[in-house]
């Protein structure tokens, strides 16, 4: 029989070479080849002596007909059941990523122990701590008396066949993924190759005894899962679990999900007891709000099904480099170069030389682009020293051509606003009319960003006079006028 032939492997992406080479020219990373040996990878005893087996005929349907919805197990946590859809479909696999010590295995052992005080049977499989390590976690959050059934193994045969004996359980929790193995393959633990096969094994027996499996994954330092690509595509679900290390609040957003939304949030906060479920994260992101200060502006979102308000900071601020810094943090950052942009050819404010700062307080993480105006008006706050009314929410995308367009879910926006004590909004002017808005809140439209720009503008006070010590820029004492041209509308 001829020896197999060395592939190498790319441990990033899993494009296999004949031959090692430093670059990998499917991804472009550096000295991410490693040298793993082909053949034996998904074998199985059904082929036999004669080779290939001859195919089966299989039932084609037709797209009519009743499919019943899938059924659901809730997992005891409010908010890892919204993320979910509703719960756990029994027999789906979920891949949970996030940071080194966000809290992933926190997560985990409550939702185990929730389940099994539920009388399910729940099973929590580690392979980089011990079972004593454990252990005294769940005494800390109060779940020593879960009857959790623990284990520390990495062998992916013998964590089946254990498995496999007495009742199906309804949640196993592998923690993680990348430090399991199977006898299937010859490379470490680890490597691309060992963890799509021991992906496979384990999705293979969730699927054919309906237990929910739940994979932990590492990720990179850019924050991608490690491991092959290949792993997010055949499990059912794939969430992110992010947060500040500063900040007590994590963030649970599912990235893919076959049986629910992904465009659901889940809100905790980190406790000295473990994580705890934030049912208005709106008031806990606005709990230490600096009022009447320049450079802030509450924007309303959406996450979801869910609105979220939230602060937006920004500091504006003469810079002394040849490249002024651009600094965002929780917002796309071609995003704020676009709005800069908009602000300097339509609004006629001058930034070229000043360093911009923007923030999301509280840790929140914003994707849509109904922030565009809420950020310009922070923007334009910081520069002309214009405090923003405290009782006041913006939400609005801003065009290219400096139009503010609406966006959806106009009224959940205002009778969230309404509902925290908020008394007027600025929105787009295309959203007044919408049904179902909140009654109480006075209505503030913009139809061109140019207009708010001017109105900020309008309300700029003198800074503080700087010291004759200070270098002087013409824009210390009072950047109000300078800063902006006469253009209105």
């Known amino acids: 029989m001829a020896r197999p032939a060395p592939s190498f492997i790319c441990q990033t992406c899993?494009?296999?070479?004949?031959?090692?080479?430093?670059?990998?020219?499917?991804?472009?990373?550096?000295?991410?080849?490693v040298e793993e040996t082909a053949g034996g990878v998904g074998t199985s005893p059904a082929t036999g002596r004669g080779g290939r087996r001859k195919g089966r005929l299989i039932a084609l349907e037709s797209l009519s007909g009743e499919s019943p919805e899938a059924p659901r197990l809730a997992s005891g946590m409010a908010e890892l059941d919204r993320v979910t859809g509703g719960g756990f479909v029994p027999g789906s696999v979920i891949?949970?990523?996030?940071?080194?010590?966000?809290?992933?295995?926190?997560?985990?052992?409550?939702?185990?122990?929730?389940?099994?005080?539920?009388?399910?049977?729940?099973?929590?499989?580690?392979?980089?701590?011990?079972?004593?390590?454990?252990?005294?976690?769940?005494?800390?959050?109060?779940?020593?008396?879960?009857?959790?059934?623990?284990?520390?193994?990495?062998?992916?045969?013998?964590?089946v066949a254990t498995l496999s004996q007495g009742e199906v359980p309804r949640l196993v929790v592998i923690d993680s993924i990348q430090t399991m193995w199977t006898d299937m393959v010859e490379s470490a633990p680890g490597t691309v190759t060992q963890v799509r096969a021991s992906a496979q094994a384990l999705i293979r027996f969730a699927k054919k005894t309906g237990a929910t499996l739940i994979l932990v994954g590492h990720v990179t330092k850019d924050g991608q899962i490690a491991g092959p690509r290949v792993v997010e595509h055949m499990v059912d679900a794939v969430m992110s679990f992010e947060g500040e290390g500063s900040q007590q609040f994590r963030i649970l957003r599912a990235v893919k999900n076959r049986f629910g939304p992904t465009d659901e949030i889940g809100v905790f906060e980190m406790t000295g007891e473990g994580l705890r479920e934030v049912a208005n994260p709106s008031e806990l992101f606005l709990s230490e709000r600096d009022l009447g200060s320049p450079g802030t502006a509450v924007f309303a979102g959406i996450e979801g099904t869910r609105p979220v308000l939230v602060e937006l900071q920004?500091?504006?601020?003469p810079s002394a480099?040849?490249?002024?810094?651009?600094?965002?943090?929780?917002?796309?950052?071609?995003?704020?170069?676009?709005?800069?942009?908009?602000?300097?050819?339509?609004?006629?404010v001058r930034l070229a030389?000043?360093?911009?700062?923007?923030?999301?307080?509280?840790?929140?993480?914003?994707?849509?682009p109904a922030a565009d105006l809420a950020a310009a008006a922070a923007l334009v706050s910081s520069l002309a020293n214009a405090p923003l009314p405290p009782d006041a929410v913006f939400f609005g995308e801003v065009s290219l051509s400096g139009a503010v367009r609406p966006v959806a879910q106009t009224a959940a926006r205002l009778k969230e606003a309404q509902k925290l004590g908020f008394a007027r909004a600025v929105l787009p002017e295309a959203a007044r009319g919408e049904p179902g808005g909140a009654s109480g809140l006075?209505?503030?439209?913009?139809?061109?960003?140019s207009s708010l720009v001017a109105d900020i503008a309008a309300q700029g006070r003198?800074?503080?006079?700087?010291?004759?010590?200070?270098?002087?820029?013409g824009g210390g004492k009072n950047a109000t006028p300078s800063q902006f041209r006469n253009r209105r509308g």
């Open 95 to 159: 891949l949970v990523g996030g940071d080194p010590g966000i809290g992933k295995s926190t997560l985990l052992t409550q939702a185990a122990s929730l389940m099994a005080r539920a009388g399910h049977r729940s099973v929590y499989i580690s392979g980089e701590e011990a079972v004593a390590q454990v252990r005294l976690r769940a005494s800390r959050l109060g779940l020593s008396d879960a009857k959790v059934q623990l284990a520390a193994e990495t062998s992916v045969e013998d964590i």
């Open 314 to 317: 920004a500091l504006v601020a």
């Open 321 to 348: 480099l040849g490249t002024p810094r651009r600094a965002v943090v929780g917002w796309e950052q071609s995003r704020l170069a676009m709005v800069l942009a908009v602000l300097e050819a339509h609004c006629g």
């Open 353 to 368: 030389g000043h360093d911009v700062y923007l923030n999301v307080a509280g840790g929140l993480r914003i994707q849509e």
């Open 462 to 473: 003198p800074r503080p006079v700087r010291g004759p010590a200070d270098d002087d820029d």
């Open 14 to 33: 899993g494009a296999a070479y004949n031959r090692w080479q430093g670059k990998c020219d499917a991804c472009g990373e550096w000295n991410t080849l």
């Open 442 to 449: 006075s209505l503030a439209t913009v139809g061109a960003l």
